[in-house]
């Protein structure tokens, strides 16, 4: 960090007691605040799949650092962040076989409560990535109220069309893994895939309401919350509908793990008189975290390119544009 800004370690308990531990980056005068909400499996608060849960990332992960570098960015307009480590993740507590998007939800109320009693006079904007968009609209729903939200590749489509799409994009090379290099390196992941799409873990999840799944790779074992994918399960436009204030969306136009032509039925409902409050900008050529994409780059050779110049720009734009959502300054509605 720079001497325009510092960082300070913060903690905060959550609904249930569990601590979640993160770091506040605070420019000299900031005029808003975020709060980052991250995407699927451990994730730590720079936004990177953790790679000190050996037992999912056995031999690390490539570091994308997605919410520092935006951490950064935000700084330079005098925006401060709120960036944790997730529940189960980093230094965080928790159990992740008990992890759900509701109580995912949960933390994100208690992470807001405490952002607003410590910072009462200036705008809390809540950015989900991914997974953490529909925490976010799961997070309004409980009454939580931010000024404006900001929703990063999110998946608002029904989560069979999430598993078409992936099918033949992230999930494309470890269901194809002849040698093994994916399921050793990643074997929650390489487990997670299989199951889904040639187990019986998409059956289990709409047939049952088993609580844990066993997922496998070889000798490697992990559980899993069958609830949580039950909760993907939720239609993120609904919810999308109900929400108030500002909302601004960002796609990737090459995203491998969810389609951005749901920006589509945004605009068709806006002619119908829906979505009034919510602006969709794709941005050309990025993937899911916004890095430029090649040819035959996947999920993982792409996490450690650098941020797309053009998102940054366009991150930092939206807060110079300065968007508020007044009656969140006066609680819930």
């Not at 994308?64 to 005098?78: I, P, Q, T, W």
């Not at 799409?165 to 994916?182: I, S, V, W």
């Not at 994409?293 to 996490?303: I, N, Q, R, T, W």
Request: glycine share 6%; proline share 6%.
């Amino acid at each position: 960090m720079d001497n325009h800004y510092a960082e300070e370690e913060t903690t905060v308990i959550s609904f249930d007691g569990i601590k979640l531990r993160g770091a506040l980056t605070l420019p000299r005068v900031p005029h808003s605040l975020v709060i980052t909400v991250h995407g699927s499996f451990n994730q730590d608060r720079n936004g990177d799949l953790d790679s000190s849960s050996k037992w999912m990332y056995p031999e690390g992960t490539p570091k994308r650092r997605l919410f520092y570098d935006m951490s950064v960015a935000l700084a330079k307009v005098n925006v401060a962040t709120f960036r944790y480590d997730k529940r189960a993740s980093g230094e965080s507590e928790g159990r992740y076989a008990d992890v759900t998007l509701v109580v995912l939800a949960k933390d994100v109320k208690a992470i807001f409560e405490n952002m607003r009693a410590r910072f009462p006079a200036i705008p809390i904007w809540i950015i989900g990535q991914s997974e953490g968009c529909l925490v976010t609209l799961k997070t309004y729903e409980l009454g939580t109220r931010p000024n404006a939200i900001l929703l990063q590749s999110p998946p608002l489509v029904p989560f069979d069309k999430v598993l078409e799409h992936q099918k033949n994009r992230a999930a494309a090379p470890f269901l194809n893994d002849p040698t093994g290099e994916l399921a050793r390196k990643y074997p929650y992941v390489s487990a997670f895939y299989k199951a889904m799409y040639e187990g019986d873990m998409l059956r289990r999840i709409r047939m049952t309401n088993d609580q844990y799944y066993t997922l496998t790779n070889g000798q490697w074992t992990a559980v899993t919350s069958l609830q949580k994918y039950r909760e993907y399960m939720w239609d993120g436009l609904e919810m999308l509908k109900k929400v108030h204030c500002p909302v601004k969306i960002f796609f990737g136009s090459k995203d491998l793990n969810v389609p951005p032509e749901v920006a589509q039925n945004i605009e068709a409902g806006k002619k119908e008189g829906l979505f009034q409050n919510v602006e969709v900008t794709t941005l050309a050529n990025l993937e899911h975290s916004f890095r430029e994409l090649a040819p035959g780059d996947g999920f993982f050779e792409a996490l450690s390119k650098p941020l797309s110049p053009k998102y940054v720009t366009a991150l930092q734009d939206l807060f110079k544009e300065g968007r508020s959502c007044p009656e969140a300054l006066s609680g819930p509605q």
